[in-house]
């Protein structure tokens, strides 16, 4: 049974938030790196506790090694983590509404 976190963090819930936005929720580790601005090992481990939970599946990009550049782990987010991440996010980090109203030039109160 997948285990729920101990701890959330603010880089877990980085981390979530990058997946979240990602199409079809599946990102390589470098661009979550890119993508959260959190150093290596803190993704990595991340990501560790997200497979461990069940939140994430890993599979190896299919194309042979090119010069210079390794072959990339992908990562995708399972069902229960958009789920599971996407409530906590919410939870967490609620966003304030933005109004789409905006007064005409020269509509504001006198």
């Not at 990009?61 to 069902?79: F, K, S, T």
């Not at 919410?90 to 966003?95: G, I, N, Q, V």
């Amino acid at each position: 049974m997948p285990e729920e976190p101990i701890r959330i963090t603010e880089p877990f819930l980085d981390v979530v938030e990058a997946f979240l936005a990602a199409p079809d929720h599946e990102l390589h580790g470098w661009a979550i790196i890119k993508t959260t601005g959190r150093g290596g090992p803190t993704v990595y481990k991340i990501l560790e506790r997200m497979a461990a939970m069940g939140w994430v599946t890993a599979r190896w990009e299919a194309l042979p090694d090119e010069p210079n550049r390794p072959r990339r782990r992908y990562y995708r987010l399972a069902g229960i983590g958009v789920t599971k991440g996407g409530a906590l996010v919410a939870e967490r980090r609620p966003r304030p509404l933005v109004s789409s109203y905006r007064p005409a030039l020269g509509g504001g109160l006198r």
